[in-house]
């Protein structure tokens, strides 16, 4: 439950610092990108709280991350990169507390 919170915390604090005259717009975008996890709906069973979706899940793959954070540093995609960077940093970072490992 808390890695699911973080997942609307850390944009929000984010939005907080870098981006509070558009706060609304750019808040709205990077929750959107949270729709990259439709890709767990391919998986059997569709959620498993013990599973690693760095590496697992089809948009959660290394170099799926790698174009997320490439998308940060073009002006029109920076908040829909940063919004899946920061997903796939938070699914990493929970990969890492419940399995020991940063991808699967």
Known sequence: MLHLG???FVPALLVGLFYRNIWKTAYFVMIVTML???DHLLA???YNP???SIGFHPLHQIWF????VVLCFVPKTRLVGL???VHMALDAIDCQI???VWVS
């Open 6 to 8: 973080l997942h609307f």
């Open 36 to 38: 990259v996890d439709i």
């Open 44 to 46: 059997d069973p569709i």
């Open 50 to 52: 013990n599973r690693c």
């Open 65 to 68: 991350v790698a174009l997320y």
């Open 83 to 85: 919004g899946l960077s």
């Open 98 to 100: 419940t399995n020991e």
